[in-house]
């Protein structure tokens, strides 16, 4: 199945909410077919940025995609706003949650 980015968005940002964990969209992009981006603050300058991508097999998943510093991590926003300007950009604020088994219980 292939959701539209928006819903995609707000299901990420319910589910959290529901656990009392805090949710900031930082950029909406296009509702339909926007790229998503999730930057999981995990506490001492450290980020877990994960992205909304196509698995030509299952559909699309939203994978890991690397651990960032505060710094690298604005430049690299930077220059992906620069390439697609429809991106959604997602904060969560948590030290100790595990985003991954969330998507993966909410088959996103």
Excluded: C, P
């Amino acid at each position: 199945m292939n959701l539209k980015a928006k819903m995609v968005v707000d299901t990420i940002r319910w589910s959290l909410e529901q656990q009392g964990i805090q949710v900031y969209i930082e950029h909406k992009g296009d509702s339909d077919a926007g790229a998503i981006f999730i930057k999981h603050d995990k506490g001492e300058g450290f980020y877990e940025v994960y992205h909304r991508v196509n698995d030509i097999n299952i559909g699309k998943k939203i994978r890991f995609l690397n651990t960032f510093t505060e710094e690298n991590l604005t430049d690299f926003f930077k220059k992906q706003m620069d390439i697609d300007s429809d991106l959604w950009l997602i904060e969560v604020v948590s030290k100790g949650y595990d985003l991954h088994s969330l998507f993966l219980k909410q088959g996103l």
